[in-house]
């Protein structure tokens, strides 16, 4: 049988994995016909031959070495390991050249220059056997992951593969094959040629070791210490919980399955109250103790600069919790009506500072609870926001957009239903929510009241941390954009959303605009109809200040007046409460 060890990408279908590390016999039929191992396989480092996986034996024999430690490796340096890691590379058919200039010069840089002495040698008595043990376990960790899927879930239904545009789906990982995953990254074994941009992100180091230097962002030289400090971390206790990745689609045709993308004409008629809205002025997402979706101001390639130059709000997320940098190896690029929600992510740093002044200041320990097959209670959810929107944020087509990504990212579609019922019986209305309304009236009908009850009951306090979302290098309207993601998480029928300001100075008056809101009782049509208008007169020159600004009548300029053939009686009922 002819070994196959890949370079390419093929797009696959559904995953949902528990990967424990058992021993396993799977027939050479059923690894060589898999869907899910074949299209993952061009982006893996390792070989399919019959019934196993496996490294080459020069490999075999190198990681054997390093994971005796430097008395038989003789690894005890940044540019030792940098040649062990060429070696490797060589073994497996991999081209140095392929790697970032002045890679080799960072590694040598960092481990033998910007490490202390006594932190060296912990690397490289401890780290750097622990992860080679984690490669030579790698083989059996995913034939394990195989095998185990299967047996949870069903033939080929859960196992590790490519997830591509407009394929929803779950991956379930525990940490130990995720550990295994990002020690091959460090070793710089991803496989990288002919990759398109339909292919995920490279997650190899190597451009972040080769953007250190002596006189360049310090930022860069933080990030690698974060890393290195998961590395020793995992290498001195092995966490035993479990990470699932999902990628959410909202279908853009009417669908069975749930709720669809939905249309400006969805938004202004939806009669959803609008949630309970929070501000905080100081504190970080990260940080928030409540039960909440923590919001990831994501590239449209999950991870966007994490392993290069970036070094902001998502960037910084993926350092203090480097599991999430293994999704990168298997999510393509998002599409407008996507999202990547992440549970169960295990944080190991603490740092300070943003951008050019974030620093990692320590180990973190993470007491965050578990729910249910081991994932910690800590849930991210990867929206990209349009970038250099500019004027066309305003255009109906730009606040649908933006509207209905962070609406995919809040939104559970297994419990969406569920709700709606909940949400009808306790309003006691018969009125649309707007959204999909022919689907969700069908969906509702054929749910019993003690099912959504229990739904409510389980799922009513998880809310939504978030802040200035597509704004800062992106380029967005912070009022706008706070207003968008109000609107999004109300009608995901979440009960709160927590909003972060970061001291943006454009958001200095959102609790007055918050308070204002409420008080007037209005519905996610209402509020969803006044942005609408605002974003009209900004685009046709009739107003230049902010939504905010526009929006409390004691800021309205005397030249802009609301006017009857402007408006539906929704917006007539709005003006009345705001003279009166």
């Known amino acids: ?202 997650i190899n180091f190597d451009v972040l070791f080769a953007s250190l230097n002596r006189n360049g962002k310090h930022s860069q030289e933080q990030k690698v210490r974060c890393l290195v400090h998961y590395f020793e971390r995992i290498c ?64 449209e390639y999950l991870g966007g600069g994490a392993l290069k130059w970036g070094c902001v709000q998502e960037e910084i997320r993926f350092m203090i919790n480097p599991e999430l940098i293994v999704g990168m190896l298997f999510m393509a690029c998002m599409e407008d009506n996507e999202a990547i929600e992440i549970i169960g992510i295990e944080r190991f740093s603490c740092f300070m500072g943003y951008g050019s002044s974030f620093r990692f200041i320590g180990d973190y320990v993470d007491n965050k609870p578990y729910v249910s097959v081991g994932r910690r209670k800590t849930r991210i959810v990867a929206i990209d926001a349009l970038c250099s929107p500019r004027m066309w944020q305003y255009k109906v087509e730009g606040l649908v957009r933006e509207t209905n990504k962070a609406f995919c990212g809040f939104l559970d579609q297994s419990m969406y239903k569920c709700r709606l019922k909940w949400y009808a019986n306790s309003s006691k209305q018969e009125k649309s929510t707007g959204i999909s309304e022919n689907e969700n009236r069908s969906e509702v009908e054929g749910n019993s009241d003690s099912e959504s009850s229990q739904v409510m009951d389980s799922q009513d306090n998880v809310g939504i941390a978030t802040g200035n979302w597509g704004c800062g290098v992106f380029g967005g309207d912070p009022e706008i954009k706070s207003i968008i993601q109000w609107l999004a998480a109300s009608q995901a029928l979440r009960p709160f959303i927590h909003y972060y300001t970061f001291g943006e100075a454009a958001l200095h008056r959102l609790e007055e605009v918050r308070q204002w809101i409420l008080l007037h009782g209005w519905t996610v049509g209402d509020l969803w109809n006044m942005l609408v208008e605002y974003s009209d007169q900004r685009l046709n020159r009739k107003t230049h200040v902010g939504f905010f600004a526009w929006l409390l009548p004691c800021n309205k300029p005397s030249d802009v007046r609301h006017t009857s053939e402007h408006f539906t009686l929704s917006h007539l009922r709005l003006v009345s409460s705001r003279l009166s």
């Open 236 to 299: 001195l206790r092995m966490p035993t919980g479990y990470v699932s990745f999902e990628r959410k689609v909202l279908p853009r045709e009417s669908s069975d399955h749930g709720v669809t993308y939905p249309t400006a004409a969805n938004w202004s008629t939806s009669t959803v109250p609008l949630c309970s809205f929070e501000v905080f002025s100081s504190g970080l997402i990260e940080d928030q103790p409540h039960e909440a979706i923590e919001v990831d101001f994501a590239n």
């Open 1 to 202: 049988m002819a070994e196959s060890f890949g370079v390419g990408g093929v797009v696959c279908g559904w995953l949902r994995s528990s990967l424990l590390a058992l021993p396993c016999a799977i027939s050479s039929v059923d690894m060589e016909k898999r869907e899910d191992l074949n299209s993952i396989l061009p982006f893996l480092p390792l070989f399919l031959r019959s019934s196993a996986l496996f490294w080459p034996s020069q490999v075999l024999e190198a990681l054997k070495a390093l994971a005796s430690g430097p008395a038989v490796s003789r690894v005890r340096s940044g540019g030792v390991l940098f040649d062990s890691i060429l070696d490797l590379r060589d073994s497996l058919g991999l081209s140095s050249g392929e790697l970032a200039p002045r890679t080799a010069s960072g590694y040598a840089l960092f481990f033998d220059e910007m490490m202390s002495g006594m932190d060296s040698r912990v690397w490289f008595e401890e780290a750097i056997p622990g992860m080679a043990r984690l490669l030579l376990r790698l083989p059996s960790l995913l034939e394990a992951h195989y095998l185990k899927s299967d047996e949870m879930f069903g033939e080929g239904k859960a196992g590790l593969r490519f997830m591509g545009p407009q394929e929803p789906g779950l991956v379930f990982l525990n940490q130990e094959l995720i550990a295994a995953l990002l020690s091959c990254a460090m070793f710089c074994l991803f496989p990288t040629r002919d990759r398109d941009a339909r292919c995920p992100p490279i």
